[in-house]
């Protein structure tokens, strides 16, 4: 029988952690059949809450758009349940490994054991498909989960919650709220794995709270994700191919295009491209309902105190759109941003807003410089048809992933890794990768019961067995 509502929350978290893990001892290696059947519990609930997710999703910002949510929130978690569903039995499959003439006579396997209990802290900006996207994939590699959940999405917070309970029992899978304070507690846990997406500087504070217990963690941060637009393309087709990774969710999204490099002779092609391209797909954004919000005061605020100390320090401002910015309903088209220094706040740290500066530069390898003297980005996009400079910036640059005449998209491939380097992050998940990253690979050596050649080398040592065993291993 499911614990209301209510209970989600009412033990310590100390406490919900040691009643989940003595859960999962009873139970340590949930068999196939079971976890599929988690799986398709949670993409019915998906389907049957999703109006009630997206209408809370537009109480929390004020406005987003239903396709938005639809696509970035809902889609990819149902997309990721049916791919696990599709592929568990052969992930959960001990894989069979050589044991070389050095073991022989032995078998050797690598089996896939559950972790245990997952920690999993949601940030605000997509809050289904970054609480269920997780435990999706903690569920196929058969974990119990306890999910932070933002202070920022409150209405939301409350639909996943009910979803969830009517689903698992607390000692299965679980729903945390509260402020700072018990973010930072929860961080602290003794988890046997947690998952935190959210900036760079707070996952330093998480790495750090976790490296008390030597709970391994997977960072999913952001930076500053860079579009390099090369002197072959189309600026028309440039534009087309990165403006709605930019515009998605108003910015507010990790792997969202953070600056531009554009050839400098092309800078102002770009800007105009820019500027048609949005006027056309979204008009006057303060009625639009396709274009979101900035999701609270606060994050406006600080998107503001970027722009105009942009503006204080020389840079010139233009809107996508010509359309003022909305203070009342916090719309903020595209500010499109020239002559940015290295002294402004744009570009220093992940923008997270609709703010798009536009950096000239007179070569390629200028731009790939520009891009190495900074801090690894969780994403890289490079809009070009080019082989060889295609091939120029994938050998010289790195990041978390690429697209290529795309932006954002490689987010919701199911069958690739997904996850940062450096500063922008560290470990992956979804997919395979995302099974391996929740799962104990531990090896099995099995002998039988002759022909045991390990004592060849015990002690006495010095025979000349052993001696000649030595010679012909060491060859």
Known sequence: MNMPIQAQTALPLSQILINQRAHYLADPSPAYEARIEHLKSLKKAIL????????????????????????????????????SIKHLK????????????????????????????????VPWNFPVM????????ALAAGNRAMIKLSEFTPETNKILIAMLASIFDQNHVTCIEGEADIAA?????????????GSTTVGRHVMRSAAQNLTPVTLELGGKSPVIVADDIDMDTAVERMIYGKCLNAGQICVAPDY??????????????????????????????????????????RVMQVLEDAKAKGASVMSANDEAINIEHQKVPTQIITGATDDMLLLQDEIFGPLLPVIPYDN???????????????????????????????????????CINETVFHVAADDAPFGGVGPSGMGHYHGKEGFLTFSHAKTILKRGKYFNTGKLIHPPYGGWLQNQLMKFFLR
């Open 364 to 402: 390629l390898q200028e731009a790939i410089s520009y891009i190495n003297q900074r801090p690894r980005p969780l994403a890289l996009y490079l809009m070009s048809f080019d082989k060889n400079t295609q091939q120029t910036v994938m050998n010289h640059t790195h990041s978390g992933g690429v």
């Open 260 to 301: 531009v490099l554009v050839p400098k002779e092309k800078l102002n092609d770009f800007v105009q491209a820019y500027k048609r391209k949005f006027t056309k797909m979204y008009g006057q954004v303060s009625n639009n309902k396709d274009y979101g919000s900035i999701i609270n005061q606060r994050q406006f605020e």
């Open 185 to 197: 507690e929860f961080s602290s846990l003794p988890f046997d794995h947690l998952l935190f997406t």
């Open 90 to 121: 052969k992930w959960m499959k001990p894989s069979r490994r050589h044991a070389g003439l050095l073991l022989a006579p032995a078998s050797i396997k690598v089996q896939y054991q559950p972790l245990g209990v997952v920690g999993i802290i």
């Open 48 to 83: 049957s809450h999703q109006e009630e997710l997206i209408n809370a999703l537009n109480e929390d910002y004020g406005n987003r758009s239903v396709d938005d949510s639809m696509i970035s929130d809902i889609m990819p978690c149902i997309n990721n349940i049916n791919y």
């Open 130 to 137: 970054l609480s269920v996207g997780p435990l999706i994939t």
